[in-house]
């Protein structure tokens, strides 16, 4: 294939070497046969968006002055492809707003700007409170001044906070690092977890919102035939007599995972012991549902804290960080690392059932180390600044 591209060509098609401005025109040459394109900041594209191939195209730099180098990857109808790559270099003005800040308008919406060059609208002020406590740090500006930021996608939940539930379908989910939704097996899982008030930190959003959201199957296996995504393949399920398209098949609270490889109980039947009380409910209020009497505790290993939760756990804070590693935060609410990250007493773990996490503990750097930042997962699973 035969395929060029040039950064903000003048009138006379001839290449400019400097700009102000993060955004840049690119023309693209290309032969017949070429069908769609992949552009990057980075060489990896590793962070790239895909489209149709098109004469001209819009493209955002990487923030800061400096060098900047643009990545095209091209490719035909028979699926080859080729990597062409420019430069230009950015020269950031002296007045500009920077990248992390809160914009507003004359209109009420919050949008948050990104260092994609983006501005990101909160969809509602709950979903702005699990980031911000406050509006001290909303600047306001021109509608033409707003108006010249490409509008990106919306601000996901901050992991750690709400949980998150989609108008119409029952699933509940708990929102990670990286715009990701790890999803709760049941309601015994989420009464271990987060204690018996679970229930009123559940946030309702628009379904369109969904599509914004990566979700995570704890238990799922791509690899395997499992149609529910509950963790149990379809021959398992069928041995069990559950169903492969009901991740919790005997409606009592308890997933068709949790039954099978934790409580040992039967995932067809809501009343395993036939004593009048399902599975469901006697699991989460530490009951025995395979016997009488109260158990010690949830079986060992089989519910742990979603990555981005903070817990109250012997009178310290602790955060579980995108690696699955705990972290020491503050004893007190007023110190260092937890005022700096914006941590919110309301959102904070304090559950009866004590989850063991002492294996695996370490502290931030510093004493006001900031670790949240609103963040996406690349298409290789690590975390950039959104
Ligand atoms: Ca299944
Ligand atoms: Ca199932
Ligand atoms: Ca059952
Ligand atoms: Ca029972």
């Known amino acids: ?55 001209k195209i819009q493209w955002t730099l990487f923030p800061g002055s400096g060098e900047k180098t643009i990545f095209i990857e091209f490719k035909d109808a028979a699926g080859g492809t080729k990597i062409i790559s420019k430069k230009i270099t950015y020269n950031q003005p002296k007045f500009y707003i920077p990248e992390g800040s809160l914009l507003k308008g004359h209109g009420s919406t919050v949008y948050y700007l990104g260092y994609d060059g983006q501005i990101h609208p909160f969809p509602n002020s709950a979903l702005y409170h699990s980031w911000y406590v406050n509006f001290d740090d909303i600047q306001s500006v021109s509608n033409i001044k707003l108006g010249q930021y490409p509008i990106g996608m919306p601000m996901c ?44 930190r559940v946030l309702e959003l628009d379904p369109i919102l969904e599509g914004y959201y ?63 009380y399902k599975d469901g409910p006697e699991t989460a209020s530490l009951h025995s549902p395979v016997g009488s009497g109260k158990i010690e505790s949830a079986p060992e290993g089989a519910y742990g804290y979603p990555l981005g939760s903070l817990i109250l756990s012997g009178g310290k804070y602790y955060y579980r960080g995108y690696n699955g590693q705990y972290y020491y935060v503050s004893k007190t609410t007023k110190d260092g690392v ?40 690349t298409t290789k699973g690590a975390l950039v600044d959104f």
Do not use: H
């Open 338 to 377: 937890f005022t700096a990250n914006k941590f919110d007493q309301k959102f904070v773990i304090n559950s009866a059932v004590k989850i063991d996490f002492s294996a695996g503990k370490s502290k931030f750097g510093k004493p006001d180390a900031k670790i949240i930042r609103p963040q996406l997962r």
């Open 1 to 55: 294939m035969t395929v060029d591209f040039k950064i903000n060509p003048d009138a006379k098609g001839k290449e400019v070497k400097e700009t102000d401005s993060r955004f840049v025109n690119l023309t693209i040459a290309y032969s017949v046969g070429v069908e769609s394109i992949r552009l990057s900041n980075t060489s990896d594209l590793s962070i790239s968006e895909s489209q149709d191939i098109d004469g």
């Open 157 to 200: 939940a901050r992991e750690g906070t709400w949980l998150v539930k989609f108008r119409v379908s029952p699933a509940v989910y708990a929102p990670e690092p990286g715009c990701r939704l790890r999803l709760l097996r049941s309601e015994t899982e989420a009464k271990i977890i987060y204690g018996a008030n679970w229930a009123k």
């Open 214 to 276: 990566d979700i995570n199957y704890p238990d799922y296996d791509p690899d395997k035939i499992d149609k529910d995504k509950d963790g149990v393949e379809k021959e398992v399920e069928q041995e069990y007599g559950s169903s492969d398209s009901k991740r919790d098949s005997d409606e009592d609270g308890l997933s068709d995972f949790e039954e099978i490889y934790y409580w040992f109980t039967d995932p067809a039947e809501a009343d395993t012991d036939a004593d009048g």
